[in-house]
């Protein structure tokens, strides 16, 4: 199966390619212990879907994304011991969540009173999906291991001045890990930057 994602990939086929990896989608919620064995190397063929940042239909890149987290959140074992693997899904996510348009419009700047994105548009909007994709992958491995790897990140995108989508995505993944401080020091080299 993971031949089709990578051949459909390499042709450029993006309705075969997104239907596969709704597929891997579909299994790694049901069946998430069928994928524990091949996870890094699967983990490994299918970034290079995120990486590419020209399909037409960009939130294909989210589902290799949304593999890796659902198989996460069900099998947290398959890398809480491979710190490498967690900082490499955080970076994949982060960069999905930097690769939005840099021109903004006074509307996104000021919105009305009482403005909310309609679900539709949070479905594609890549921040959303990484705040969510952070959330989840928090809850399931733990601050314990996720905050420092967090930190880091978080750190590195709040010092980019040249690029405010470096310190949007930043801001936005700090914000979902306040539920689960039970301490503020966790997150004490983060708040600094910000601060």
């Given at each position: 199966?993971?031949?089709v ?21 579909e ?7 069928f994928?524990?064995k ?41 890398v ?13 996510i ?53 905050l ?5 990140l978080?750190?590195?995108?709040l ?7 470096y ?11 306040g ?9 004490a080299?983060?708040?600094?930057v910000?601060?």
């Open positions: 199966m993971a031949q994602v990578m051949k459909a990939l390499n042709q450029d086929d993006e309705t075969v390619l997104e239907d596969a990896l709704v597929e891997f989608n299994m790694a919620e049901i069946e998430p212990k994928f524990r091949n996870f890094k190397d699967l983990f490994l063929a299918f970034s290079t879907i995120v990486a590419k940042n020209d399909f037409t239909n960009s939130t294909i890149r989210h589902q290799p994304v949304e593999f890796f987290v659902t198989v996460v959140e069900r099998v947290p074992n398959v809480k011991k491979d710190e490498e693997t967690l900082r490499q899904l955080l970076d994949l982060f960069k999905l969540m930097i690769d939005i348009d840099e021109d903004i419009d006074e509307s996104w700047m000021r919105p009305k009173e009482g403005f909310r994105v309609d679900e539709e548009e949070e479905e594609e909007d890549s921040v959303a999906f990484g705040k969510t994709c952070v959330d989840r992958l928090v809850s399931s491995i733990g601050d314990e291991i996720m420092p790897l967090l930190s880091t978080v750190q590195a995108t010092a980019n001045n040249s690029d405010w989508r310190k949007n995505a930043g801001l936005m993944a700090l914000s979902q890990v539920e689960y401080l039970d301490d503020i020091q966790k997150i080299p983060m708040v600094s910000i601060v």
